[in-house]
């Protein structure tokens, strides 16, 4: 199991620009480093952000064993 930080985990949005702002550890910058907008960030979480990037689901159990064969005669 992955246990993140809540930090690590959320993307900020620039306004202006569009484009996702990671915070580096844990503070997010005061200005945008693509644009330099100094506007107030959107927070995005990832998990419903991009469905690929979820956790992924739990396998399948195993198929159950076939019986044994019949000894061979030599």
Do not use: Q, Y
Request: hydrophobic content about 40%; proline content about 18%; charged content about 20%.
């Amino acid at each position: 199991m992955c246990f993140r930080p809540a930090e690590i985990s959320s993307k900020a949005i620039c306004p202006d620009c569009g484009k996702k702002i990671n915070p580096v550890a844990g503070v997010l910058p005061k200005k945008c480093p693509f644009c330099g907008s100094e506007g107030p960030f959107e927070m995005e979480d990832i998990a419903s952000a991009a469905p690929e990037m979820a956790a992924p689901a739990a396998p399948a159990a195993p198929a159950a064993p076939k019986a044994p064969g019949a000894p061979k005669a030599s």
